[in-house]
């Protein structure tokens, strides 16, 4: 069974159809007309969140100074690495990103991180997908996830809802990076994964998930070390590497 077209999709596609780039006005106009669509009371709504929020909507004024939208093309970014010792926590947050948009997801990070943190000589947010501005986080379910280090989301008819979390922590943060996580409700049934550099954050964050508040959402929580998702990363590259030269095509990324 195929799954059902999301709302990012229903917009490029309409976008596509009007030549690119419209005004809110006809693009909402467009999907009126589209049996796809799902009903609902709140669809022209939904059409100003999705716009905001999804980076491939770029905001212009029309020819006709109306509030519009261009469909721009997200260069599916080569698998980037960097040098651990410019900016440990960067790498480590810039490689999910990456991962995360490579197994489909989109991918989110908080708003400090996305300036100040580096892969490679550039900002991590270059490897995002959703928005993160005032306006956009405002179409983000529930503000307390909002300061996750990183978020690999999904899309139903209400809105974005993340599948897997992420805090990159050393030993003096691992028991925040949990109590971020754990402002996640347990209602998305998401997976919470601390990542540390080493041995040590492991036995942390297998000494506190035997106390509270943790000890009851233990099932919830994974650990990781650096050089695990650096592993992980590396399979990501092999295989892109490969599925490159065997010019496939990965399933739902319009490539």
Request: proline share 5%; charged share 25%; glycine share 8%.
């Amino acid at each position: 069974m195929s799954n059902p077209v999301t709302w990012k999709q229903l917009v490029a596609d309409a976008l596509r159809e009007l030549g690119g780039e419209a005004s809110l006005k006809d693009i909402t106009a467009k999907l009126a007309e589209n049996p796809q669509r799902p009903e609902t009371s709140t669809w022209q709504a939904t059409i100003r969140r999705v716009v905001r929020q999804y980076k491939i909507f770029e905001p212009i004024t029309t020819s006709q100074g109306l509030a519009g939208y261009r469909l721009v093309k997200l260069e599916t970014p080569e698998l980037k690495t960097g040098k651990k010792e410019d900016d440990p926590h960067g790498e480590q947050q810039g490689m999910l990103l990456q991962l995360g948009v490579f197994c489909g997801y989109e991918t989110f990070t908080n708003s400090t991180d996305k300036t100040i943190r580096h892969l490679g000589g550039e900002p991590i947010s270059k490897f995002a997908t959703v928005r993160n501005d005032t306006e956009a986080l405002a179409a983000l379910p529930l503000a307390k996830m909002r300061q996750t280090d990183v978020m690999w989301m999904t899309e139903d008819s209400e809105g974005l809802y993340p599948r897997y979390a992420f805090e990159i922590e050393e030993s003096t943060r691992v028991k925040s990076g949990l109590l971020r996580l754990l402002r996640i409700p347990d209602r998305y049934n998401v997976g919470l994964y601390i990542v540390g550099p080493g041995e040590e954050e492991a036995v942390l964050f297998r000494r506190y998930l035997n106390e509270s508040p943790f000890r009851q959402h233990a099932r919830r929580f994974h650990f990781h070390t650096y050089d695990e998702v650096r592993q992980f990363f590396g399979g990501g590259l092999a295989f892109d590497t490969q599925r490159k030269y065997w010019a496939i095509s990965l399933a739902g990324r319009g490539e």
